[in-house]
């Protein structure tokens, strides 16, 4: 599912062997926040044209206009 692929690409680029820079909670909170941002915003695919997902978004809504 789509949810479980965001967790594994979420897990891979912003946790697996940054484990210790965590010692918070609230560490953690931003540092999944900040990823959130950056995969929506920033983080481009190829399957959406390489864009990113609000890019590509956007591009839609006002081609769909």
Request: with cysteine.
């Amino acid at each position: 599912s789509v949810i479980e692929s965001f967790f594994g690409t979420l897990k891979r680029e912003c946790f697996y062997g940054r484990e210790k820079e965590f010692l918070t909670f609230k560490q953690l909170h931003k540092a999944i926040a900040n990823y959130i941002y950056y995969y929506n915003h920033k983080r481009i695919k190829d399957k959406i044209k390489w864009m990113s997902p609000i890019k590509f978004r956007e591009t839609f809504i006002s081609n769909y206009n």
